[in-house]
């Protein structure tokens, strides 16, 4: 049986004053605004075409939004971060699935691929973020469902232990630590790194 690759990016609207508060705080809520909006834009225009699997947009909130047309929507589950991937890993078609947050310039199709290559011989693989997050989660799904999201403690530097400690005697593999952008000092590296040659 073939199964469909999954990719969900995981977006929040983006309008001013709503989402990246922390960023906001540090480089006024314009600055996180236009870098909501860019990175985001961005990240649909590099992994969301790929045949190489199916990508979904996981929204919040519901209604509004210039969301590409050619990309399928899910509406983000109320509740907890966890509770949210859970719902929506838990809803698609079967098949591999990889939750991305769109946040992290330093995605590309490469690490998409490295994903779902991952989850050919481990159950869960990870994409370790700077801060003790993660910006990516795999999941194979198959033979069965494993949540790893619950009593996490999100938005903290446990949030990938945490996890990984739900996934423990499970394979689980790691790929490139990436910097999530939650805030002004993590905004000026990318910044920093984007201006070399």
């Keep these: 049986m073939t199964w469909t690759r999954h990719l969900v990016i995981f977006a929040r609207l983006p309008r001013l004053g709503t989402g990246k508060r922390r960023l906001a ?9 236009a870098f909501q909006r860019i990175a985001l834009s961005a990240l649909i225009r ?18 509004g939004g210039p969301w590409p047309r050619r990309l399928p929507r899910l509406t983000q589950p109320s509740g907890d971060l966890g509770r949210r991937m859970g719902r929506v890993a838990r809803s698609l078609p079967p098949g591999p699935v ?10 590309r199709p490469l690490h998409i691929a490295s994903g779902f290559k991952a989850l050919g011989d ?34 903290t530097p446990h949030a990938l232990a945490d996890t990984v400690a739900n996934l423990a005697g499970w394979r689980i593999a790691r790929l490139d630590t990436l910097d999530d952008i939650d805030d002004g000092a993590a905004l000026r590296r990318h910044r920093q790194r984007s201006r070399r040659p």
């Design 46 to 63: 590099r992994v969301a075409f790929d045949r190489r699997w199916r990508t979904w947009l996981a929204v919040t909130p519901a209604h």
């Design 25 to 33: 705080a540090d480089v006024g809520p314009v600055a996180a605004l």
């Design 98 to 107: 990889l939750i991305v947050g769109s946040d992290i310039p330093g995605i």
């Design 122 to 155: 481990h159950d869960a693989v990870f994409g370790p973020a700077t801060d003790g997050g993660y910006w990516l989660v795999g999941l194979k799904r198959r033979p069965r469902f494993l949540d790893p999201f619950v009593n996490v403690r999100w938005s």
